[in-house]
């Protein structure tokens, strides 16, 4: 894979504070030294901060940049205040911000990301710190709308049934290339991540001939994915 790489470049804007009503969110402590865990309602965080910040004050955000809600131990569930459907520990979305917004220009469509920085303990080791990140970063690149079309494929990560998206992620959920020393030394956690030619099929035109980026991956996704 020497060689193989994309490039992003950015900066850090201001931390939002954000402050959820009352019974929309939770905390709770495993295993993890660096804090508890914070759980909060999924369609609340919608409103609040991605809605809000993304569309009603969107209209500094340049639609060909890619902005990340980068949040620390922070995870979402569509019943937090009984911490029942979690946890969402991150996704990439697209919202259309209306012209009105933004008088001088036209409608557009802008992408984002929720990414959980995971250092609480409360899953399993390979999803930690920037294991989310990469998973949702590499599905933006090749999915930024969440419709661009594959053949059927599932029943592996964290698909249990099937899906029919370039989602490059999803198939390898929780699982990670070796461990990445920065230069800062602090050591980063990827996810490793399909390839095109193991959705659409063998054989593989990817890098090394290889179907994931680790070549965890042998073959191809198989059959044409059933709910059966």
Same mark, same amino acid.
């Given at each position: 894979? !020497?060689?193989?790489?994309?490039? !992003? =470049?950015?900066?850090?804007?201001?931390? +939002?504070?954000?402050?959820?009503? /009352?019974?929309?969110? !939770?905390?709770?402590?495993?295993?993890?030294?660096?804090?508890?865990?914070?759980?909060?309602?999924?369609?609340?965080?919608?409103?609040?901060?991605?809605?809000?910040?993304?569309?009603?004050?969107?209209?500094?955000?340049?639609?060909?940049?890619?902005?990340?809600?980068?949040?620390?131990? $922070?995870?979402?569930?569509?019943?937090?205040?009984?911490?029942?459907?979690?946890?969402?520990?991150?996704?990439?979305?697209? +919202?259309?911000?209306?012209?009105? +917004?933004?008088?001088?220009?036209?409608?557009?469509?802008?992408?984002?990301?929720?990414?959980?920085?995971?250092? =609480?303990?409360?899953?399993?080791? =390979?999803?930690?710190?920037? =294991?989310?990140?990469?998973?949702?970063? /590499?599905?933006?690149?090749?999915?930024?709308?969440?419709?661009?079309? $594959?053949?059927?494929?599932?029943?592996?990560?964290?698909?249990?049934?099937?899906?029919?998206?370039?989602?490059?992620?999803?198939?390898?959920?929780?699982?990670?290339?070796?461990?990445?020393?920065?230069?800062?030394?602090? $050591?980063?956690?990827?996810?490793?991540?399909?390839?095109?030619?193991?959705?659409? /099929?063998?054989?593989?035109?990817?890098?090394?001939?290889?179907?994931?980026?680790?070549?965890?991956?042998?073959?191809?996704?198989?059959?044409?994915?059933?709910?059966?």
């Amino acid at each position: 894979m !020497l060689g193989y790489h994309t490039l !992003l =470049s950015g900066h850090v804007l201001p931390a +939002v504070t954000v402050n959820l009503p /009352g019974k929309q969110g !939770l905390a709770a402590r495993f295993g993890g030294t660096c804090g508890p865990l914070a759980i909060v309602n999924f369609d609340v965080m919608i409103r609040q901060v991605f809605n809000k910040l993304l569309v009603s004050e969107g209209a500094n955000i340049d639609s060909s940049k890619f902005p990340i809600f980068l949040f620390y131990n $922070t995870v979402m569930a569509t019943n937090s205040s009984g911490g029942s459907n979690c946890c969402i520990l991150g996704f990439h979305n697209a +919202v259309t911000q209306n012209a009105a +917004v933004a008088p001088d220009k036209a409608a557009r469509v802008q992408t984002y990301a929720f990414i959980d920085f995971e250092a =609480s303990g409360a899953f399993i080791p =390979s999803i930690n710190d920037t =294991s989310i990140a990469a998973h949702e970063v /590499g599905e933006w690149m090749d999915d930024p709308f969440g419709n661009n079309p $594959t053949p059927a494929w599932g029943h592996t990560g964290q698909v249990g049934a099937c899906q029919g998206n370039l989602e490059v992620g999803d198939p390898l959920t929780a699982t990670n290339i070796p461990p990445v020393t920065g230069a800062n030394g602090f $050591t980063y956690h990827l996810q490793e991540l399909a390839f095109f030619p193991w959705f659409y /099929g063998a054989p593989s035109i990817a890098v090394n001939n290889w179907f994931s980026g680790n070549n965890t991956f042998k073959t191809d996704a198989g059959p044409v994915c059933t709910k059966h």
